[in-house]
C-alpha cells in the first residue's frame, strides 16, 4: 500500500512563497515519477509539476513555470515543491501523486498519476 502525505500548505499574501512536501512510504518511491497536481474551486485538476524517478526530467504548466520548481530526495521518499511569487491564481488544493515508473508512460499527463495524498490547500491572498 502506498500512502503520500502533503505538508507545508497555509496561507500567504501574493508575491510570497511556500514549500511544499511530500513523504512517501513504501520501498519503490526511487523508481517512480512523482508529480504535484492541483485543484482550484471550480476548476479541473491540473497537473502543474512532475518529476522523473532520478529527477533529470521534470514538467511545469505554462502558468507556473520561472515561479515552481519541484525536486526530490530519494534517500527520504520525500519530493518537494518550491513555490515562489505566488498569485492569487495559485490559490488551490495541492496534491501529490505517484505517476509512471522508471521512464514509462506520459509524464504530463495527469492519468498517468495512480496514488494520491490527501491534498493541502494553499491559498493566495491579494
Known amino acids: 500500500q502506498v500512502q503520500l502525505v502533503e505538508s507545508g500548505g497555509g496561507l500567504v499574501q501574493a508575491g510570497g512563497s511556500l514549500r511544499l512536501s511530500c513523504t512517501a512510504s513504501?520501498?519503490?518511491?526511487?523508481?517512480?515519477?512523482m508529480g504535484w497536481p492541483r485543484q482550484a474551486p471550480g476548476k479541473e485538476r491540473e497537473l502543474v509539476a512532475a518529476i522523473r524517478w532520478k529527477g533529470g526530467t521534470t514538467y511545469y504548466v505554462d502558468s507556473v513555470k520561472g515561479r515552481f520548481t519541484i525536486s526530490r530526495d530519494n534517500a527520504k521518499n520525500t519530493v518537494f515543491l518550491q513555490m515562489n511569487s505566488l498569485k492569487a491564481e495559485d490559490t488551490a488544493v495541492y496534491y501529490c501523486?505517484?505517476?509512471?515508473?522508471?521512464?514509462?508512460?506520459?509524464?504530463?499527463?495527469?492519468?498517468?498519476?495512480?496514488?494520491w495524498g490527501q491534498g493541502t490547500q494553499v491559498t493566495v491572498s491579494s
Open positions: 501523486a505517484r505517476g509512471p515508473q522508471f521512464y514509462s508512460g506520459d509524464l504530463q499527463t495527469i492519468k498517468s498519476y495512480d496514488y
Open positions: 513504501g520501498r519503490t518511491f526511487t523508481t517512480y515519477a
